[in-house]
């Protein structure tokens, strides 16, 4: 791979306001500039080694996302073309290009807005042990990658360290109230149905997915990323077979390899062998291709 790795930007000419797991964000007063890096985390550690591409797939996949759904609901992008970013922006356009978004800034909702349409992860360990997901009762008898019956809202909390813990709605609606909740909930599950008939028709079962919403004057806005291999489970489907986990174009690869090792999953993390970030690349490549039917701008 002869992309150049991005592990962090260092821009000191500008004010710093969270630094992600994969993500740098900048504040620019009323407006945000979101840098996608090319570090890659696995059980809520960042590992040394970034992954040629991820941060440039991820940001164009978002990018085909907010234009596929738009009229839907508002987002948070303004513009991902460098040449519009303001003037103190310019002399870090080689490393923008490609990576990047200027976003509204807006007040985040406390709350991720997961979806399911498949059983799968932290969803398919609840639904064994109380045949439910989220306080969600589900039908007797489902497998390990089923789709299930309808596709369901089961959102989570965001936790600044550690794992986000699953809750049901009625948790959500003490902390927004009924009525935001009902929105994100509907709006959640419709942008998930589109997406996922769109992209079965590509070759990819989206699984699950995650969204984030924020208020900008009290209108609700679609923020974060959207629909990408780190925000969902894209599984090949011409690979699919029910009753086992699927094999996917995302990191579950990388995190399949961090469980041969004798690791504790605490940092530091082990370095990764080169077939390994090679192979991590070419599916977030493939996905990506899937998807848009295009190549990804490498240059």
């Not at 508002?74 to 519009?84: F, M, Q, R």
């Not at 969803?123 to 589900?138: A, N, P, R, T």
């Not at 489902?142 to 986000?164: A, M, Q, R, V, Y």
Request: charged share 30%; hydrophobic share 35%.
């Amino acid at each position: 791979m002869e992309e150049q790795i991005l592990l962090a930007t260092d821009y000191k000419d500008l004010k710093l306001f969270r630094r992600g797991k994969v993500r740098d964000v900048y504040d620019l007063g009323d407006r945000l500039l979101i840098v996608s890096t090319d570090r890659i985390s696995c059980f809520d550690v960042v590992l040394p080694n970034g992954i040629p591409y991820k941060g440039k797939v991820l940001t164009a996949l978002s990018l085909f996302w907010f234009d596929f759904i738009k009229g839907t609901v508002p987002h948070h992008l303004i513009t991902a073309d460098v040449n519009e970013y303001p003037k103190e922006l310019q002399k870090y356009k080689k490393e923008l290009q490609g990576r990047s978004m200027l976003v509204l800034k807006t007040k985040p909702l406390p709350v991720e807005c997961v979806v399911r349409g498949y059983l799968s992860g932290s969803g398919w360990k609840e639904y064994k042990e109380k045949q439910s997901v989220c306080g969600i009762k589900l039908p007797e008898g489902l497998k390990d990658s089923d789709k299930l019956p309808t596709i369901i809202f089961t959102p989570s909390t965001k936790e600044n360290k550690g794992h986000d813990i699953n809750v049901d709605q009625k948790y959500v609606e003490m902390l927004i109230g009924k009525e935001l909740t009902d929105k994100i909930s509907r709006l959640s599950i419709e942008i998930y149905s589109m997406a996922s008939d769109y992209a079965l028709k590509k070759g990819i079962i989206i699984a699950d997915t995650k969204f984030e919403f924020g208020l900008s004057n009290n209108e609700l806005v679609l923020i974060d990323e959207i629909l990408t291999p780190d925000s969902s489970r894209f599984w090949p489907k011409d690979q699919y077979k029910l009753g086992q986990g699927q094999p996917s174009f995302d990191k579950q690869f990388v995190r399949d390899y961090l469980e041969t090792l004798d690791w504790d999953k605490n940092p530091p993390a082990p370095k990764l062998p080169e077939g390994i970030i090679n192979k991590t690349s070419e599916k977030y490549l493939d996905a990506y291709k899937k998807i848009t039917g295009k190549e990804l701008k490498t240059k």
